[in-house]
């Protein structure tokens, strides 16, 4: 069969997963090989070059927003599933407590403290070796190539200077409240020069976390061993607060919403999705523009699907039926990750395409292998 040339309409509309009052349609991808007669899906690594992109809405430190254009759901969910689970970060593994006589149990501390986001020096995050128990094996020996100590000791007395009667008990006492900034770094051997000073030290991202409060002569005195790990462990080993993405909303005007109705119809969006734009004379002398002898009225525009959060309120309504189609573009996936804190959002984005890549690098020297 001779090949068929197709529009990039077409291209465009099959990308759309349909959105209606209550089904979803079109929700299966077909750009593959012997799906459509005489066309050609075959996948090309420069034509994913040429097409692939990135782009960057909001890049703060512990928040960002992007999106992945022109890519495949399961690629972009792998990004999601490395985020969560398989970015290895440092955490608090094993608690020696020493005494503590605060009304927290030992037990119920020791998950607070294991909860407790740390940072430090990335590099030294990298050079840390990894601590993991190997069934019916003894647990390797801590060393300062696999273990972070940190100590907690606090106790707490009464302020003599306070004023006789005072019910404030930060007032009325010393370390009335014991928070991460407590969690003191003991460098061992070569940690000093793989965690300097005063950056890539060893340290909680939030130090005003509080663990515990104490009452004149009670006091908590252990010791920490942190450990490098990775989500899929534990969870306190994930380097995201969260980590998911959306695909890119769609809002189709087919036919004028004017007036009252267009005020209306904006109600039905997050505010900035939907404006309200008078009508022109030009168009409404264009004969089958749908604005014919409605000048100086207002009409409805589409202004940023970006903010949409597709509730399909506006299809509930009956003067929007047939007016509007709702949908979202499959290959268009926009990303929020929420860093914890112990590495900037965007370098946790650049960590999980090398760790894709590692994968892909094994998986292919593994079927070299099984070639052979």
Same mark, same amino acid.
């Not at 077909?30 to 899906?41: L, M, N, Q, S, V």
């Not at 927290?104 to 430090?120: F, I, K, N």
């Given at each position: 069969?001779?090949?068929?040339?197709?529009?990039?309409?077409?291209?465009?509309?099959?990308?759309?997963?349909?959105?209606?009052?209550?089904?979803?349609?079109?929700?299966?991808?077909?750009?593959?090989?012997?799906?459509?007669?005489?066309?050609?899906?075959?996948?090309?690594?420069?034509?994913?070059?040429?097409?692939?992109?990135?782009?960057?809405?909001?890049?703060?430190?512990?928040?960002?927003?992007?999106?992945?254009?022109?890519?495949?759901?399961?690629?972009?969910?792998?990004?999601?599933?490395?985020?969560?689970?398989?970015?290895?970060?440092?955490?608090?593994?094993?608690?020696?407590?020493?005494?503590?006589?605060?009304?927290?149990?030992?037990?119920?501390?020791?998950?607070?403290?294991?909860?407790?986001?740390?940072?430090?020096?990335?590099?030294?995050?990298?050079?840390?070796?990894?601590?993991?128990?190997?069934?019916?094996?003894?647990?390797?020996?801590?060393?300062?190539?696999?273990?972070?100590?940190?100590?907690?000791?606090?106790?707490?007395?009464?302020?003599?200077?306070?004023?006789?009667?005072?019910?404030?008990?930060?007032?009325?006492?010393?370390?009335?409240?014991?928070?991460?900034?407590?969690?003191?770094?003991?460098?061992?051997?070569?940690?000093?020069?793989?965690?300097?000073?005063?950056?890539?030290?060893?340290?909680?991202?939030?130090?005003?976390?509080?663990?515990?409060?104490?009452?004149?002569?009670?006091?908590?005195?252990?010791?920490?061993?942190?450990?490098? %790990?990775?989500?899929? #462990? @534990?969870?306190? /080993? =994930?380097?995201?607060? *969260?980590?998911?993405?959306?695909?890119?909303?769609?809002?189709?005007?087919?036919?004028?919403?004017?007036?009252?109705?267009?005020?209306?119809?904006?109600?039905?969006?997050?505010?900035?999705?939907?404006?309200?734009?008078?009508?022109?004379?030009?168009?409404?002398?264009?004969?089958?523009?749908?604005?014919?002898?409605?000048?100086?009225?207002?009409?409805?525009?589409?202004?940023?699907?970006?903010?949409?959060?597709?509730?399909?309120?506006?299809?509930?309504?009956?003067?929007?039926?047939?007016?509007?189609?709702? %949908?979202?573009?499959? #290959? @268009?996936?926009? /990303? =929020?990750?929420?860093? *914890?804190?112990?590495?900037?959002?965007?370098?946790?984005?650049?960590?999980?395409?090398?760790?894709?890549?590692?994968?892909?690098?094994?998986?292919?020297?593994?079927?070299?292998?099984?070639?052979?």
């Amino acid at each position: 069969m001779a090949p068929v040339t197709v529009s990039q309409d077409e291209l465009d509309r099959r990308k759309i997963v349909g959105v209606n009052a209550e089904t979803v349609t079109n929700v299966t991808s077909t750009d593959f090989p012997g799906h459509y007669p005489g066309e050609d899906h075959t996948w090309d690594v420069q034509k994913f070059k040429d097409s692939f992109q990135v782009k960057f809405y909001r890049n703060d430190p512990f928040d960002a927003t992007f999106s992945l254009i022109h890519t495949d759901a399961s690629i972009a969910n792998a990004f999601r599933r490395i985020l969560l689970a398989e970015i290895p970060t440092l955490a608090v593994e094993q608690v020696f407590v020493h005494n503590n006589t605060s009304i927290v149990q030992d037990e119920v501390l020791s998950h607070r403290l294991g909860l407790v986001p740390l940072t430090g020096a990335a590099e030294g995050l990298k050079w840390l070796r990894w601590k993991k128990r190997v069934e019916g094996e003894e647990a390797p020996a801590p060393s300062d190539f696999n273990t972070i100590v940190m100590k907690l000791q606090v106790e707490c007395r009464r302020n003599e200077s306070a004023k006789k009667g005072e019910e404030d008990p930060l007032k009325a006492y010393h370390n009335a409240h014991v928070y991460a900034s407590e969690m003191k770094w003991q460098v061992i051997g070569q940690q000093k020069e793989r965690f300097p000073e005063p950056d890539g030290v060893i340290r909680p991202v939030n130090p005003g976390i509080l663990l515990a409060k104490l009452r004149h002569g009670q006091a908590i005195d252990l010791e920490m061993h942190c450990v490098k %790990g990775i989500g899929s #462990d @534990h969870a306190k /080993f =994930s380097p995201v607060a *969260t980590a998911s993405y959306r695909l890119l909303p769609t809002i189709d005007i087919v036919k004028p919403i004017i007036g009252v109705d267009a005020k209306k119809f904006a109600r039905c969006f997050p505010k900035g999705v939907i404006g309200v734009e008078d009508i022109t004379e030009e168009e409404a002398s264009r004969e089958g523009s749908g604005y014919e002898d409605h000048g100086g009225q207002q009409k409805a525009v589409v202004m940023n699907p970006f903010k949409d959060t597709v509730s399909r309120e506006c299809l509930r309504h009956d003067e929007f039926v047939g007016k509007v189609k709702l %949908g979202r573009v499959r #290959d @268009h996936f926009i /990303f =929020s990750v929420e860093s *914890t804190g112990q590495f900037n959002s965007d370098a946790l984005f650049l960590e999980s395409i090398q760790l894709l890549r590692m994968k892909c690098i094994t998986l292919k020297r593994d079927l070299t292998n099984i070639m052979r």
